[in-house]
C-alpha cells in the first residue's frame, strides 16, 4: 500500500540533538536536520559504547552531508550501575552497517557547555531533542541554574507508565540515569514527554510500510533501513511487536507536527531513584502532591500521521 505524502517544509526553529546515537537516533537526526534548523548534535553515554556512539553521530553527519558541529559529553550517568545494550542497536549501534569510517571528529567543547552557550546564542528560542538519557542536560542546568529560561522547549523521549522495556517499570533513558532524569524534570523547563508506551503504539514502522521505505532509494532511506535492520528483529522476536519501533523519530515528528500528538495532558512527572523500580516515571495523575505540573504528557499520537512525515522525509 503506498501511504500518501506528507508536504513538509523546512522550519527555522534552531534546535539541537542530545542523542546516545545509535539506530532510531540516526533516523531522528536525520528529521531533525530536515524539518528543523538544527544547529548541533550532543552526545551522551546510553545504548551502546560512548566511542561507537561518538563514530556513529560522525558517520550519520557525513552521510546525510550535514553541516552541524557534535559535541561529546557525559561518559556515563551520574550515579548507579547501568549497562549498553547492543543486542538491540547491533555490535556497534548501527544495525547492519558495520563498516563504519569517519573523517571528522568532535568539537573540543564539552556537550554541557555547548548546550549553554547555543541556549545563550539563540537567546531563549532553542529547543532540545532529549532522546537520551539525561546526563548532559541536567550537567548543563547545574552549571547554569537559568537555563530553563533560556531553551524554548525540552522534547524528551523518556519514561514509561508501567510496561518498562528495561525493567518491570522503567523505560531506557530513565533507567540509564534517573537522577539526571529528576533534576531536569525538577528545574522548571518547558517540558513534553514521549513515553514508551506510546510509541510503542504509535512509533512503529509495520512491514508493507517498511518495504515501502526500502523501496524509495534514497540516501536517507538506505540508511533507515540499514540502521535499523537489528532494532527491527529485537522488536519483533523479544517485544512481540509487529514492525520496528521509532520513538526518538515519534519525538522529533511531534515537535514539529504538535497534531501527531493526539491527546495531551499535564501532569507533575518525577522519577524514582530506589531499588527495583529505579527509573520508574511517577505521574501524579490525581494531583496527589499538589505540586504544580511540571510536564506535559503525550498520552496517544496518529501513527498514521508520523509514518506518512517519516516517508516523505526519507523519500526526498
Ligand atoms: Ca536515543
Redesign the pocket.
Known sequence: MQVDKYLFRKRETPTLID??T?S??TTAITLASALTNLKAITVVA??VKFENEIKNAIFTKEYLSLNVPIYAGSRRPLLGIWRTVEEVHGTHGMGNINQIEVKGSVENEFASDAIISLARKYQGELEVFA??PLTNLALAFLKEPTLPSLIKKIWI?GGAFSRGNTSPLAEF?FWTDPESAQIVLNAGFDITIVPWEVTEESAIVYDDEWEEIKSLGTRRSYLFIKANEIMREFSKSKEGLDGSVHP?SLTVSISYDNSIAVKTSKFYVNVETCGMSRGGMLVDWYNMTGNKPNAEIVLKADREKFVKLLISVLSA
Do not use: I, L
Request: aromatic share 0%.
Open positions: 542523542s546516545d545509535a532510531d537516533d546510553g545504548n532522546v537520551s523521549m533513558n526518538d
